[in-house]
């Protein structure tokens, strides 16, 4: 069964710094990979996502890359704002015959300090 | 955009009621998804369905039934509510290939 962990839990930063959330899982045949972030008592929202083929997307200031081989997947936040403040999770969609099946990650809560 | 509306952002609802949680998609997606939160456990399928009137069993779907009588809508129904079945729940639809999108969120507490 396809396992997803995301390191570091929690993290915080000051305003303006770059940072790096990561995404790890463990079957590689995934079909794709998909970055959300939450804000407390909300759903999630779509943030990026990379097909299998893919090595990378970009928007606006995030950049999500994907090494399937590796099993491992990064989030890159440039210049991180307060307004970023909220938790990220990852999930991969794989199996072998339902490209349905979605697993999430636990999240990595981040807090951008003014 | 992509907008996937829950009926009810909170429900407060009593041990044995029968509870309704709807959700409508407005893209003409294929697959439409319900999922569970909680604390320490994560995001949990129940079920999803990638057709009208097809359903799937997700990972957890005891307790629980779907209806998908129109495209737009999908429907996730507890016959009979108990109280390990407060949580948040997130309905969400895609086409295939294509980016997962969620709705708000339903926080159903059963008391």
């Known amino acids: 069964k396809q396992e997803v962990t995301q390191i570091p839990a929690a993290l915080s930063v000051p305003e303006g710094e770059n940072l790096v959330l990561n995404c790890s899982f463990t079957d590689s045949a995934i079909y794709n990979l998909q970055w959300f972030r939450q804000d407390p008592g909300k759903g999630l929202t779509s943030l990026l996502l990379i097909q299998s083929s893919q090595r990378e997307q970009t928007s606006g200031r995030l950049n999500a890359s994907l090494d399937k081989s590796s099993g491992r997947s990064t989030l890159y936040i440039a210049a991180s704002q307060p307004g970023d403040s909220a938790t990220y999770l990852c999930?991969?969609?794989?199996?072998?015959?339902?490209?349905?099946?979605?697993?999430f990650g636990s999240g990595t809560k981040l807090n951008v300090k003014p | 955009d992509v907008k996937v509306t829950q009926s009810s952002r909170y429900l407060v609802k009593r041990t044995g009621e029968k509870v309704f949680l709807e959700c409508v998609q407005d893209m003409d997606h294929e697959n439409m998804f319900w999922y569970r939160q909680d604390p320490g456990l994560g995001l949990r399928l129940i079920y999803f369905s990638y057709d009208v009137k097809m359903k799937e069993k997700g990972d957890i779907p005891e307790g629980y039934s779907v209806s998908r009588e129109k495209k737009e809508r999908f429907s996730l129904i507890l016959e009979s509510a108990s109280t390990n079945q407060t949580s948040m729940y997130l309905c969400?639809?895609?086409?295939?290939?294509?980016?997962?999108?969620f709705g708000n969120g339903t926080r159903l507490t059963v008391t």
């Open positions: 999930a991969v969609s794989s199996g072998k015959y339902n490209f349905n099946k979605f697993y």
């Open positions: 969400a639809s895609r086409d295939s290939g294509a980016p997962l999108h």
